[in-house]
């Protein structure tokens, strides 16, 4: 079954290096997403991307996180100058033709700590 | 604002009762919900959606009810199995794109 693969699955940083969560979508997905997931709090989308494009991203997806996609199958978030409220797990979903009309599926996560 | 959350935190049945998991959610123009159910240390997995134009909609021991009038949406899982542990999170769709909006979840243990 195809699956949204990401790497690595734990990331020690300290604050103020610059960390790029890579994630694979399933190949004939469109769309892509980056979530993220403070221990024991609830999923919060950041952003999400469409025909090589951020199509729309949320209050927390500020000037210090970028996403790219620099081949046909790999999908990234940058994040330039960490801080130790970026600790999270990070999520990455992909689907086919965008949540409203086909499911999203999740990676298994990045966990990201910030020391 | 806007937000989708959840009357309980924590849910304790028993092997093979019928558990029933419950949403509320403040945006009426939402009009897709989604059902995730997320293990430990996994990401989220999709169990069931429901569009705004349905009230009912019954997968594989689980069915989804969507009340548009009170803004309540409720996971029942039948003959509930150690394997249905997990957390679970309800999710409205918003923005063009289906960015999600997720509610704070629900932790179901089950008891054998």
């Known amino acids: 079954e195809p699956e949204v693969t990401q790497t690595p699955s734990h990331q020690v940083t300290q604050m103020g290096q610059e960390v790029i969560l890579r994630c694979v979508p399933i190949?004939?997905?469109?769309?892509f997403y980056w979530y993220r997931q403070i221990l024991g709090q609830k999923v919060e989308f950041l952003v999400s991307?469409?025909?090589?494009?951020?199509?729309?991203k949320s209050e927390i997806f500020d000037d210090q996180f970028s996403v790219e996609r620099p081949d046909g199958s790999n999908f990234t978030l940058k994040i330039r100058s960490t801080k130790l409220e970026d600790s999270a797990m990070y999520f990455c979903a992909s689907s086919e033709q965008g949540a409203v009309n086909t499911e999203a599926f999740f990676g298994q996560g990045t966990r990201l700590t910030v020391v | 604002g806007e937000s989708v959350g959840l009357h309980l935190p924590t849910l304790s049945v028993q092997e093979g009762d019928n558990s029933i998991i419950n949403c509320a959610y403040s945006?009426?123009?939402?009009?897709?919900f989604i059902w995730y159910k997320q293990e430990s240390g996994k990401g989220p997995q999709f169990i069931i959606d429901i569009r705004s134009n349905m009230d009912k909609r019954q997968g594989q021991r689980v069915t989804v009810l969507l009340n548009k009038t009170v803004k309540h949406l409720s996971l029942q899982i039948a003959a509930t199995q150690p394997g249905d542990s997990a957390v679970y999170f309800c999710?409205?769709?918003?923005?063009?794109?289906?960015?999600?909006?997720f509610g704070k979840g629900t932790k179901l243990s089950v008891k054998p």
């Open positions: 945006n009426s123009a939402s009009d897709y």
């Open positions: 190949s004939n997905h469109l769309y």
């Open positions: 991307f469409y025909n090589n494009e951020i199509s729309e």
């Open positions: 999710a409205e769709t918003a923005g063009s794109q289906g960015n999600l909006i």
